[in-house]
């Protein structure tokens, strides 16, 4: 298969690949959540090459991820804003950089350099998952995937998350 | 800047993108949560060049995301299993896999196959971030990114999320 055929595949986790899977794009989204609009802005931050960093641009303005604007202010530029299908992205850039702070710093290191503020409470807190029906925490262990279609569970039909069951996808 | 360079950068985002953004990689861990473990398994269900897919495991066995072991059944082949760290990039997945089915489905399109069960309660639902400190829901708008260093807030340490503020970083 072809990365190109990623986006046709009967796959949420596929799909979402072909739209944000390439290399940057996590980096320029990360820049949108920090507030960043500006092309100059985004390359300065990330050091991605202009011509790459247009390319990327344009692509998430064609997926309907970042919206482009004449900005009000700062003298008419044009400005790149995360649309609501954008911000909701913000899960997945959560849990990278929960991931990395937990995994990718070596005891000797500094400290990640930034920690996420719940505005309304004010607690320095990463943001958990959680079950919505129990809201108890939720991990890979506590998860089964189950195919949708069928209506009633029978034997066979679960499929373990990170267990030894065979799964049917 | 290069993107083998992206694994020294300052910023826990970057140096996850470092270890699980490249193409394919996010698939084969879609596989491993799925409870698949042995290559035949991983290539015929994501479909990946042979090369490529030896590649990737390699690597991963190399971050400590996967390991690779010999089986005690299935006549003693190579399989590779989920570590701590690995199980713990499912917030990623998650995140994917619920943002993949909210956008990539158009409306005349069949629903997204699989549908997740937490095995506790038996909810099928797709977790949920949440603030650990109040419980409330979390999104982009509700979340503030601050520098870990500074011990005290002043105006103009905080970054909005998704908003206009000029980010430090």
Request: glycine share 8%.
């Amino acid at each position: 298969m072809r990365w190109r055929s990623v986006a046709q595949v009967n796959c949420s986790v596929a799909r979402t690949l072909a739209v944000i899977g390439e290399r940057w794009t996590m980096l320029i989204l990360r820049e949108a959540f920090m507030g960043r609009r500006r092309f100059d802005e985004f390359q300065h931050n990330t050091g991605i090459a202009r011509n790459i960093l247009a390319t990327r641009l344009r692509a998430l303005a064609a997926d309907g991820i970042l919206q482009r604007a004449r900005a009000a202010q700062r003298r008419g530029g044009i400005e790149y804003r995360l649309t609501k299908k954008g911000l909701e992205l913000y899960p997945v850039m959560v849990a990278m950089l929960k991931w990395g702070d937990a995994w990718l710093w070596r005891a000797d290191d500094e400290r990640p350099p930034l920690q996420l503020m719940h505005r309304c409470c004010g607690a320095k807190v990463m943001p958990a998952l959680v079950c919505p029906h129990c809201g108890d925490a939720v991990t890979a262990r506590d998860m089964i995937a189950v195919p949708r279609r069928v209506a009633t569970r029978h034997p066979g039909d679960e499929v373990r998350q990170g267990g030894s069951g065979e799964a049917r996808h």
